[in-house]
């Protein structure tokens, strides 16, 4: 699992260029997954969110658009990344290790994190962590990369660790921050290795919504 400091650091160095650099990467597509994701939060009608590893806030300010009357806070481990959530608009952000986080048991109705998971140094713990802050009959949703089935497969794979690198470090002038992307995305549990980690950690009802050929998946979970 990923090294926290080499993460924080690498979100730090890149935190400026970070919204633009994600657009362009994943071909406008990002605006989608958040689309799909919000829309099913929304049926919710949550009152209390927390989006954890909220980073620049794309997701946080999103649901604070889509649904005016919920108190969204925005938690990141990286400074850097939440300041600018803060100037883009969302209202709450606090610097918080998703791993502590610093809120009291049964207090969200949703949490939300959006390819975050991924970069966190313990996966189980994390996912613990989510459930403990949650309301009982409270939901998780988890946004991040998965596998796409074959033949995009290989496609994928070749954009990931040829293209995507050397795009990104245009981008960024940080190469390194986004070879690690790849490896993060092939070593990260994904469908149904994804719902047996969420059952393990105590979660009901949990589900898979692939999107864009697998690339991306969106889950949902219950705190039973
Ligand atoms: C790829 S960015 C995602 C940001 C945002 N959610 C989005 O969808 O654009 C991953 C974020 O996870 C944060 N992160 C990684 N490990 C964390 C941890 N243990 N606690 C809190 N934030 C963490 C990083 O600082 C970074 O901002």
């Known amino acids: 699992m990923p090294d926290p400091i080499y993460v924080r650091n690498a979100f730090a160095r890149i935190a ?15 605006f989608w997954w958040r689309h799909v994701i919000t829309k099913r ?12 590893a909220s980073g620049t806030g794309d997701l946080a300010l999103k649901i604070q658009d889509e649904i005016p009357d ?3 806070m925005a938690t990141d481990f990286c400074a850097e990344m939440l300041a600018h959530a803060s100037s883009r608009g969302v209202r709450k952000t606090l610097v918080a290790d998703a791993l502590d986080l610093p809120f009291a ?15 966190m140094g313990d996966y189980p713990l994390a996912l613990r962590e989510m459930y403990r802050v949650l309301k009982p009959g409270g939901r998780l949703f988890i946004l991040d990369f998965s ?3 074959p033949p995009f497969q290989t496609i994928y794979r ?9 795009l990104a470090g245009l981008l960024t002038g ?10 993060s995305i092939e070593q990260f549990p994904s469908g149904k290795d994804m719902i047996a980690l969420l059952a ?10 692939p999107m864009t050929f697998g690339v991306v998946t969106a889950y949902e979970a219950v705190k039973m």
Do not use: W
Request: charged share 20%; aromatic share 10%; with cysteine.
């Open 158 to 166: 070749l954009y990931l660790h040829h293209v995507l690198p050397k």
């Open 105 to 119: 048991t049964d207090e969200f109705d949703v949490v939300s994190v959006a390819f975050g998971l991924r970069n």
């Open 41 to 52: 939060i929304k049926q919710l009608r949550p009152r209390k969110l927390m989006d954890v």
């Open 70 to 72: 919920c108190e969204v």
């Open 147 to 149: 596998q796409p089935a």
């Open 174 to 183: 940080q190469m390194d921050a986004y070879e690690y992307l790849g490896d």
């Open 16 to 30: 400026d260029r970070y919204v633009l650099t994600n657009h362009v990467l994943s071909g406008g597509m990002d």
């Open 200 to 209: 393990a950690n105590g979660y009901g009802n949990a589900s898979a919504t």
